[in-house]
């Protein structure tokens, strides 16, 4: 159901949008999918679109291609959500084509900075190094493996946004008073399971990074695909601990204290029982 006539429930919507995702990146998402779903594909991607070139045209190319991206992301997950596509085939989809979006946005951006190639990025990525040692001289980063890793980084990034904008869809329908539409396909987050072949690509990757090949590109690649695998298999950990704590019973105090622990500080543990869902089966 559309809402007609409340342009400025629009505005509010779409504001708050690209508020949070300018301070949080990943936490604009919930309303981004209010705005798609409540006001239509129109709305969603002229909207999109325009914040997009506001902010390459005021000279923050950076967070002109972030934003986009998780614009990019859940757009098109919703659009293939709403054509039936089963969130096994729309949610990767969804998260290549924001990762599609960061990478083009990013070269042209680098090209106009005079950056073209490999060695000239590692170099920018030194100088961004230097003024963190400013800020903080124990820190120890390396500006190369930085570089190596942004696929992974990014693409975590697009998981996080297109997670948290499921989980909380409908607090922000119910924040908002707007009636929220379900779609037959519609993920449900209670059920989420990873498919099983996704368990080799984990070992596969773990093997990668603890495994000396003698090849520097194959460490780097398992790193990359771990990284993506913590934050897929940690979704997977969160929806176990949501079915646990309603077959408990629990009360508001004692699920955020455990949301608070495990979530907030344990961040690998939650992944690890998602991991380790393979083979015990938890629900």
Do not use: C, H
Not at 14 to 28: M, P, R, Y
Not at 70 to 77: I, N, S
Not at 103 to 110: D, E, F, K, N
């Amino acid at each position: 159901m559309r809402v007609k006539n409340s342009p400025q429930k629009l505005v509010t919507i779409f504001s708050i949008s690209v508020v949070l995702s300018l301070l949080t990146v990943v936490f604009g998402a919930p309303l981004m999918r209010v705005l798609r779903m409540t006001y239509g594909a129109l709305a969603y991607w002229l909207l999109g679109f325009m914040v997009t070139v506001v902010f390459w045209l005021f000279d923050a190319p950076a967070l002109s291609v972030f934003v986009g991206s998780v614009w990019m992301t859940l757009g098109a997950y919703m659009e293939l959500e709403r054509r039936g596509l089963r969130w096994v085939a729309s949610a990767p989809l969804g998260v290549i084509a924001g990762a599609l979006f960061f990478a083009g946005s990013t070269a042209i951006s680098l090209m106009r900075a005079g950056v073209r190639n490999l060695a000239e990025a590692d170099a920018l990525a030194k100088q961004f190094v230097d003024k963190l040692y400013q800020v903080n001289p124990n820190l120890q980063v390396d500006a190369s493996l930085l570089v190596q890793l942004i696929p992974s980084a990014v693409v975590t990034i697009l998981v996080v946004a297109l997670g948290v904008g499921l989980i909380f869809e409908r607090r922000a329908f119910s924040w908002l008073k707007l009636p929220r539409e379900t779609v037959a396909s519609q993920l449900k987050l209670l059920e989420f399971r990873l498919p099983d072949f996704m368990i080799w690509v984990a070992m596969t990757a773990f093997l990668l990074t603890m495994e000396n090949f003698n090849e520097k590109a194959l460490e780097i690649l398992g790193l990359n695909i771990v990284n993506v695998m913590v934050a897929l298999y940690f979704f997977q950990g969160l929806a176990i601990l949501e079915v646990g704590l309603r077959s408990f019973r629990a009360g508001a105090l004692l699920r955020a204290a455990v949301y608070l622990i495990l979530v907030g500080q344990l961040f690998p543990v939650v992944s690890a029982i998602g991991l380790i869902d393979y083979w015990v089966d938890f629900r």
